[in-house]
C-alpha cells in the first residue's frame, strides 16, 4: 500500500505516520508487523499508536540510510511483514542458554524487539566483563 505521510516528531521519537484508514485496509490488526519502503530504503517494523496516531517508529540509523528528517513528507508503501523475525544468537549467549534451557525457552516467547535489544546489549559490550555481567542480567530477568 502506497500513500504520502508525513514524518513526525514528537520529543526524542520520530516515526512514519500511517492513517487509520491503511492501517485498517492492511488486515494485520491495529499492530500489525510491516515491511517499510521509504525513499528506495526498506526496513522492518511495526504500527503502533502514540498520541492518538498510528506511527511506525523510525530510528535515527533508519532516518540516515533513508535520507529523511522529521517534519518532511514522503511517500512510502507498507505491506505485511509475513516472515518469521528471528534473532541470530552468539555463539557465547548460545553456550549459556545450553546450561539453561527454561531461560531460552522464556527468551524465545520474547517479541523480537526485546530479544534484538538483548542481544544487541550483550554483542556491543565493550569487554567480556561487561559482556557476562549484561548475560547475568539477562538471565535473571529470565529466571534463570
Request: a positive charge; aromatic letters at 4%.
Amino acid at each position: 500500500m502506497k500513500f504520502k505521510t508525513k514524518i513526525v516528531q514528537i520529543g526524542n521519537n520520530t516515526g512514519i505516520e500511517v492513517p487509520q484508514a491503511a492501517v485498517e485496509k492492511l488486515g494485520g490488526g491495529l499492530r500489525p508487523l510491516v515491511v517499510i519502503q521509504i525513499n528506495g530504503y526498506s526496513y522492518r517494523g511495526a504500527v503502533g499508536k502514540m498520541n492518538e496516531m498510528f506511527l511506525i517508529s523510525l530510528s535515527a540509523e533508519h532516518r540516515n540510510k533513508a535520507g529523511v528528517k522529521g517534519g518532511e513528507q514522503h511517500e512510502i508503501t507498507i505491506t505485511l511483514d509475513r516472515e518469521p523475525r528471528t534473532i541470530d544468537i552468539p555463539a557465547v549467549l548460545k553456550k549459556v542458554f545450553d546450561k539453561h534451557k527454561a531461560a531460552f525457552e522464556r527468551f524465545n516467547k520474547l517479541p523480537p524487539s526485546k530479544q534484538k535489544a538483548a542481544v544487541n546489549s550483550i554483542i556491543e559490550a565493550k569487554s567480556e566483563e561487561t559482556r557476562d555481567r549484561r548475560i547475568d542480567k539477562l538471565l535473571e530477568s529470565l529466571g534463570k
